[in-house]
């Protein structure tokens, strides 16, 4: 308690009452302003709970609900989806009915694809999402086009798999996929391309539910075979019109039992045009309408005099266009498609091509100049994240008394009772929040007490040594193709490793053509991709494992360190950690001292844990590491208490972490040259990995200048998702400006895509295996 004060004074009982009148003032906010703004998650959870203790859904086998007029002819009718019913009021906040009302009403939808995170951001900024939320009534019947996102296929096993469209994607990677996306933005429209169904009609059943819960507007089956591919390249092979009806009947089907009433949106797709000709894609798509597919999409329409028969055919049933520069379609704007007649229009590979132009320039680059600087456009850390960090806005709409007034208002009136300081700032702004550390040793001792902890903190055991990893056993022989080893020998060897940052299966690929021999799955980047966000602890064990996993799986033999946080726990998960790393074909981790609620190593206000708790960390990635027979897994401890504790402290840590079997050591945030030659010669032989982001902590050396420093290790983090985001953007500005994604296709085709993404060599294993499939793509 300050001094002055007692608990029993006249002066305390005052301040005391000031502060519990405030705190009812400002509890009484609190309950109006949540009951207001959570009123349509309330009447969700409502609804969620009336379907618990409904009768059990129908079996898909099951005729209709008895509200589904099913007239001899077979033409399904579904009075309460009547498009007239959504021709009036505002745009609802469900996005399956506010599709539903964006089809039954004057213009066009113009549909951007996106693939991850970081291109759902980008495309929210853009003005295509928020088109949607700002709607109101009136201004929807004068609008001459509308906007909204959908999830392409292609795009997304890109992204995700590193692969081409070649039916690789699972329905599990379309759903993760999708549901992240429609997270960002949950009002917002999101089509979900879902191949064939994924299996017959239980499975398309699954899909659609599946798809529902994720909060996907719609979705599209098509009439391909299971071995499918691109809509936009040759070789298609198409099932017959029964089967295709099957799938579109087990969807609708789906749908229908689904309690709630669901709006929604079933999207049939053929791919016979090609195949079988137009008069058989017409006829397809209108036999699906009768089924009770609620738009129509022919893949692959040539003309624009094809396009208008389609439509004025299908009448009055929407029709939707694909367009894919370089692909069958011809390069349409929206305008012209919607003159055309057309309903809706998608951009498939929009933002999948843009981003694969800008980290293909981005990696030739750092592979030229050995800096990312160039690329990076004079974007920092905390500009990257805070494109990716619009959904915190949410969180002040839902509780704004308790971010933003609560603790400031506290902190002011509790001051004279608890000896707070009257800071007004947001505790959400990151560079003004005060840094701290759990009680630690005094950096002021230096190095001198190093000797006496050494054995106290390493449990009066030695420090660790394995002989079986010593680099001299790495010096000599040709490189392995075992990962792990591969990179010990790299280490062990001269030179310097370079490892650029990568995000997903598009960055990895332009990575590996570049000609790096090391990769790094950067915390921050694959966060941003895969869930678009901030890096402040927001993914999980998970979410990291299975990035990793992919990524390793495109080039086996090429080295991937990957940003494991702060391990994901105590020992227990850190073991869990290691053991999952390795199974996913990683090569090495880094574990930093930052607390559990941690954030990107070049933001203020970072807070680290003591050193016995980083120690421990270590500790318990070796022990792992060590359980798993001849494992040659690369063990990276990471300290951030540079910024906190000074570059003394850091460096004493770091030779605690080496001291507990610590295989390299990397300090966040070297400023300045000679902080890093120092660093080096104080934690030699260990090898020492630096960081370096455009506008972070550390300078922009490049890859010379930091060898010439003695640094064995240094890693571009954020080189493949800034190029990403500048890309993107550009693609995106393009298309709401213009129309049309021609410009910014720079002629790649679909095909010249996804050679970049495996194709060829998904075919010549097409045929070595003995199949026929994708004899002609």
């Known amino acids: 308690m300050p001094?002055?004060?007692?608990?029993?004074?006249?002066?305390?009982?005052?301040?005391?009452?000031?502060?519990?009148?405030?705190?009812?003032?400002?509890?009484?906010?609190?309950v109006l302003n949540f009951v207001r703004t959570m009123a349509p998650a309330l009447d969700y959870f409502?609804?969620?709970?009336?379907?618990?203790?409904?009768?059990?859904?129908?079996?898909?086998?099951?005729?209709p609900r008895p509200d589904i007029q099913t007239p001899d002819d077979d033409v399904y009718y579904n009075p309460r989806l009547d498009p007239k019913n959504f021709l009036e009021g505002p745009l609802s906040d469900?996005?399956?009915?506010?599709?539903?009302?964006?089809?039954a009403r004057p213009g066009i939808v113009v549909a951007p694809g996106i693939c991850d995170g970081i291109s759902a951001r980008c495309a929210l900024e853009a003005g295509f999402s928020c088109l949607y939320q700002r709607f109101d009534a009136s201004y929807c019947f004068e609008a001459t086009w509308l906007t909204k996102n959908t999830f392409s296929g292609a795009a997304t096993t890109a992204s995700r798999l590193g692969q081409p469209d070649l039916a690789i994607a699972t329905m599990n990677d379309f759903v993760d996929a999708a549901e992240m996306v429609c997270s960002l933005d949950p009002k917002t429209p999101v089509i979900a391309d879902a191949d064939t169904g994924f299996g017959g009609p239980a499975m398309v059943a699954r899909?659609?539910?599946?798809?529902?819960r994720a909060g996907v507007a719609a979705l599209h089956i098509e009439d391909q075979v299971q071995t499918k591919r691109c809509g936009h390249l040759l070789g298609k092979q198409v099932v017959s019109r029964e089967e295709f009806l099957t799938r579109i009947r087990a969807a609708v089907l789906a749908r229908d039992s689904m309690p709630g009433n669901s709006d929604f949106v079933i999207i049939a797709r053929t791919d016979s045009a090609q195949v079988l000709g137009m008069e058989e894609a017409v006829l397809r798509?209108?036999?699906?309408?009768n089924a009770g597919a609620d738009v129509c999409f022919i893949e692959g329409v040539r003309t624009k005099d094809l396009l208008e028969s389609t439509v004025k055919a299908l009448a009055p049933k929407p029709v939707l266009v694909n367009v894919i520069s370089g692909g069958l379609t011809p390069s349409f704007t929206y305008k012209e498609a919607e003159q055309m007649g057309a309903k809706i229009i998608i951009f498939s590979l929009v933002s999948s091509v843009a981003m694969l132009h800008a980290c293909r320039a981005a990696m030739y680059a750092l592979k030229k100049t050995g800096t990312d600087f160039s690329t990076s456009h004079g974007m920092d850390p905390k500009q990257f994240f805070e494109v990716m960090a619009m959904g915190l806005w949410f969180i002040f709409r839902i509780f704004p008394f308790i971010f933003r007034q609560l603790f400031t208002t506290l902190r002011w009136f509790a001051s004279p009772i608890l000896g707070w300081p009257k800071k007004s700032d947001s505790v959400m702004d990151i560079e003004s929040t005060p840094s701290s550390h759990t009680p630690?040793?005094?950096?002021?001792?230096?190095?001198?007490?190093?000797?006496?902890?050494?054995?106290?903190?390493?449990?009066?055991?030695?420090?660790?040594?394995?002989?079986?990893?010593?680099?001299k056993n790495y010096l000599e022989g040709p490189l392995s193709s075992n990962s792990a080893t591969r990179?010990?020998?790299l280490l062990a060897r001269p030179g310097i490793v370079v490892a650029p940052g990568i995000c997903d299966g598009i960055s990895a690929r332009c990575a590996i053509e570049a000609g790096f021999e090391c990769l790094y799955q950067s915390g921050a980047a694959t966060t941003a991709s895969r869930l678009g966000q901030p890096d402040l602890a927001i993914a999980t064990l998970n979410d990291f494992a299975e990035a990793g996993e992919m990524?390793?799986?495109?080039s086996p033999s090429t080295p991937v360190i990957a940003d494991a946080d702060t391990g994901f726990g105590g020992p227990a998960n850190i073991a869990r950690t290691i053991h999952a790393y390795v199974k996913a074909g990683i090569a090495g981790l880094h574990i930093e001292d930052q607390v559990q609620t941690k954030r990107c190593g070049h933001l203020m206000g970072k807070q680290v844990v003591s050193r016995e708790e980083f120690i421990t960390r270590i500790r318990a990635a070796v022990i792992a590491r060590d359980q798993i027979p001849n494992c040659d897994f690369v063990i990276i401890g990471r300290t951030d208490s540079a910024q906190v504790l000074g570059m003394e402290e850091a460096i004493t840590r770091l030779k605690l972490a080496a001291a507990a079997g610590a295989d390299v050591c990397f300090i966040e945030g070297v400023k300045t040259e000679t902080l890093l030659r120092q660093t080096v010669a104080a934690l030699s032989p260990k090898p020492v990995l630096v960081n370096v982001i455009s506008g972070g902590l550390t300078p922009s050396f490049t890859t010379a200048e930091a060898e010439r420093m003695g640094a064995k290790i240094i890693i571009f983090s954020l080189v493949s998702c800034v190029a990403m985001v500048h890309g993107m953007r550009a693609a995106m500005k393009s298309l709401k400006s213009t129309g049309t994604d021609f410009a910014t296709a720079q002629s790649m085709d679909p095909k010249k895509f996804f050679e970049l993404m495996g194709l060829n060599d998904a075919v010549e294993l097409d045929s070595k295996s003995g199949g026929s499939a994708f004899h002609v793509v």
């Open 440 to 471: 630690s040793a005094s950096p002021k001792e230096g190095l001198a007490y190093l000797e006496g902890l050494d054995a106290n903190l390493l449990g009066g055991r030695t420090p660790y040594y394995n002989p079986r990893l010593d680099p």
């Open 551 to 554: 990524v390793s799986s495109i």
């Open 46 to 63: 409502s609804k969620a709970a009336d379907r618990h203790i409904s009768e059990a859904s129908p079996a898909l086998t099951e005729m």
């Open 487 to 489: 990179l010990r020998q």
């Open 207 to 212: 899909t659609v539910k599946h798809y529902a």
């Open 285 to 289: 798509l209108k036999l699906a309408a």
């Open 94 to 103: 469900q996005p399956a009915t506010r599709l539903r009302q964006m089809l």
């Open 3 to 30: 001094q002055g004060h007692s608990y029993t004074s006249p002066q305390y009982n005052q301040h005391f009452s000031r502060l519990r009148y405030i705190l009812n003032l400002l509890l009484f906010d609190l």
